[in-house]
């Protein structure tokens, strides 16, 4: 039987044609948008915890309560002691120090006197000791635009944006003006060996990197860092082990209450996670919400037009059910036989969909979409070329929709086989 | 007829017996802190967050105008060099022998991490050309009589739109000011622990500088050696001087 109706529907294109259209062209947009919102959230959490707060985040406390102000005054000192008892208890984990830090950048002309100053923000990470995970994190390497990434202590890259505003070229030396840890004005020389590019607005315009031990060196910040982050070995944000993770350390390094509002107990250690450091909360809740809400309205609509097909495909086929019912055929086994052609055209239409889907969602992903232009000024961890991201999940948020939408809209108006009077039939047909 | 004469003989008496006003007490404490040249050694007793560090430096001062300070200890700091030429300043990193401009935003910078700025630097120490002054009370500090004065800046590019400050009557040694911004928010208060008696000036030995804006102790600022009216080569007032 499944043979005939096959059949059936690919002589009678007029039957088959429009509703395969339908949920090919549903499930495709439905792939294609559910990776686009999938790839641009993924993408600024991703940024966000490898620029800035990692997928959990250890700093003091009172640096913790102006994190945003970066507040090297309140770093963390002793850090040897703490990113070894960090990397005994978690070693799920993988640790690394760093230091945030604003300034000058100041380039001298053959006199020694300014040429060009512009200011930066600058990240001092582990750049040279043997474990560090920090150039993959950081994919120093690929953003080398000009000159090489640091190899000896000493050496910074600036972002190609700002090293083109000062002149700089990589060799040259520049001068970074910044505050120490005690705030008295730090004066450093750093050689310039390379521009960077990441892809991130807020990161290329005047961002410096240079090994931690320098920055230590240059803020006067001996065995110190602002903030010692933490990464899953994936890559990914796994959120119920990021909160177990920071509630044992947070109760393993509690201040007893007495002690609370102590100055001593201000540079006790507390740690974060990504949710509640990056400031995104709120956002990722309702970029969550939104875009389950966008799928929801779009699978929704689908439904309603594919609802519609199987309607009118019904009422066109108005004829032909009464013919069939007039020579005999059982009501049950024609109402059969269109949820059957409606599960054909279903699943066809839904591979294809996907397929296609897939597809653009895949160029998507490897070439992504360029919007540079657009977010000039952006302060957001998010990068410029958005990229789509397929998931497992992909595969199946047009498909499973596509086959039940065409189900559903068919079972609905197929129930008009069962009003239709025998007895009144060949009135109708006449 | 002669009671006009002693009416009007009698009016400047009267006056002297009311006082100095707050703006002739701002110019006797002006004359006596001032003078044209000298050389001070001191130290700055840094109370921070978690530690406590000294700073130790040697100025040679010339006017209003000309200022050159060198830093001697601690190890990370000697050799900076600073030099106040007028409305400018620059300081020397011995490290990177790089002379900086310390101009804009930079100037609102902590000196050393202490409670003062290098704003705090670059004003006119002549109290009498920035502020004109009302004396608000009379109170006792230390044991001290002191007028209390109330100033406020004639200028609007000022760093402290109003002052206030305690006066000692007898020495014309202001023993404590509280600093103000605009908008009456207290930034910055100074408490004056020791005083000196130097070539028939009275000057402050030790201080207290507080940031009230800053977590930490205060700053403690003691000159261990002046000299008054010393003399000091012209060279020193120069960029080229830093790099010596």
Redesign the interface.
């Known amino acids: 039987m499944i043979l005939f109706l096959l059949k059936g529907l690919l002589r009678d294109r007029s039957r088959s044609l429009f509703p395969l259209l339908t949920v090919f062209l549903g499930v495709a947009l439905t792939v294609v948008l559910h990776s686009w919102l999938n790839g641009s959230i993924t993408s600024l959490i991703t940024s966000t915890a490898h620029f800035n707060t990692g997928h959990l985040r250890v700093m003091t406390r009172a640096y913790a309560k102006e994190a945003n102000q970066v507040p090297n005054?309140?770093a963390l000192?002793g850090i040897d002691t703490l990113i070894t008892e960090l990397r005994r208890e978690y070693p799920d984990l993988l640790w690394t120090p760093r230091i945030k830090f604003g300034g000058?950048l100041?380039v001298?002309d053959e006199k020694?006197?300014?040429r060009a100053q512009i200011p930066v923000s600058g990240l001092g990470i582990d750049l040279f000791s043997g474990n560090t995970p920090e150039p993959r994190i950081l994919n120093i390497r690929d953003a080398i635009v000009r000159g090489r990434a640091p190899l000896r202590r000493g050496e910074m890259v600036i972002g190609d944006e700002g090293a083109q505003k000062l002149h700089l070229e990589p060799g040259d030396t520049a001068?970074l003006?910044s505050?120490?840890m005690?705030?008295?004005?730090s004066?450093?020389?750093f050689v310039v060996v390379g521009t960077v590019r990441f892809g991130i607005v807020a990161m290329d315009k005047g961002t410096v990197i240079a090994d931690l031990a320098d920055v230590q060196r240059a803020l006067?910040m001996e065995n110190g860092a602002g903030e010692i982050l933490g990464f899953s070995r994936d890559d990914l944000y796994h959120e119920e082990r990021t909160n177990a993770v920071a509630a044992g350390f947070n109760a393993r390094h509690s201040v007893p209450a007495p002690d609370t509002l102590s100055?001593r107990s201000?540079?006790a250690p507390v740690m974060g996670t990504f949710r509640t450091e990056s400031g995104l909360s709120d956002y990722l809740d309702l970029a969550g919400l939104y875009s389950g809400i966008m799928i929801g309205i779009f699978v929704l609509a689908m439904s309603v037009v594919l609802w519609n097909a199987g309607l009118t495909g019904s009422l066109r086929r108005y004829g032909e059910i009464g013919i069939r019912l007039a020579v005999g055929e059982n009501r049950r086994h024609i109402y059969l036989a269109l949820l059957v052609e409606s599960l054909m055209i279903g699943f066809a239409g839904s591979l294809l969909g996907t397929a296609f889907g897939l597809a653009v969602a895949w160029y998507g992903q490897v070439r992504g979409l360029d919007s540079g232009t657009i977010m000039k000024g952006a302060t957001l961890m998010l990068p410029t070329v958005i990229r789509a991201q397929i998931t497992p999940f992909t595969y199946v948020i047009g498909f499973i929709p596509g086959m039940l939408a065409t189900f559903f809209g068919t079972a609905v108006s197929g129930i008009g086989i069962f009003k239709r009077q025998t007895s009144q039939l060949f009135k109708e047909l006449e | 007829m002669i009671r006009p004469f002693v009416l009007l003989l009698c009016l400047p008496l009267a006056s002297m017996m009311q006082g100095p006003s707050g703006d002739e007490i701002l110019m006797r404490v002006d004359k006596n802190m001032f003078s044209e040249q000298k050389i001070v050694e001191s130290r700055m007793i840094?109370h921070?967050?978690?530690d406590t560090?000294t700073v130790e430096s040697k100025s040679w001062q010339r006017g209003t105008n000309e200022s050159y300070t060198e830093f001697l200890a601690p190890a990370?700091?000697k050799g900076t060099k600073m030099l106040k030429l007028k409305d400018m300043l620059w300081?020397y990193?011995a490290?990177?022998?790089?002379?900086?401009?310390?101009s804009g935003h930079?100037l609102r910078?902590?000196v050393?991490?202490?409670d003062l700025s290098y704003e705090d630097m670059m004003e006119d120490p002549h109290l009498p050309n920035i502020y004109s002054a009302t004396i608000s009370s009379s109170e006792v500090i230390e044991g001290r009589e002191c007028w209390v004065l109330d100033l406020k800046a004639k200028k609007e590019d000022i760093a402290y739109d109003h002052r206030q400050a305690w006066v000692d009557k007898e020495r014309y040694l202001v023993l404590k000011e509280n600093l103000y911004a605009r908008s009456g928010k207290l930034l910055k208060t100074v408490d004056v622990r020791e005083a000196m008696h130097v070539h028939n000036h009275w000057l402050a030995k030790s201080i207290i500088y507080r940031d009230v804006l800053k977590?930490g102790d205060g700053t403690e600022f003691h000159i261990d050696n002046i000299t008054l009216d010393a003399e000091i080569p012209d060279y020193l007032f120069s960029k080229a001087s830093l790099r010596r």
């Open positions: 005054d309140l000192l000058l100041d001298p020694g006197e300014t001068t003006i505050s120490t005690n705030g008295s004005m004066i450093t020389n006067d100055r201000s540079f | 840094i921070g967050q978690r560090r990370r700091e300081e990193s490290s990177t022998d790089r002379t900086i401009m310390i930079m910078q902590s050393m991490g202490s977590e």
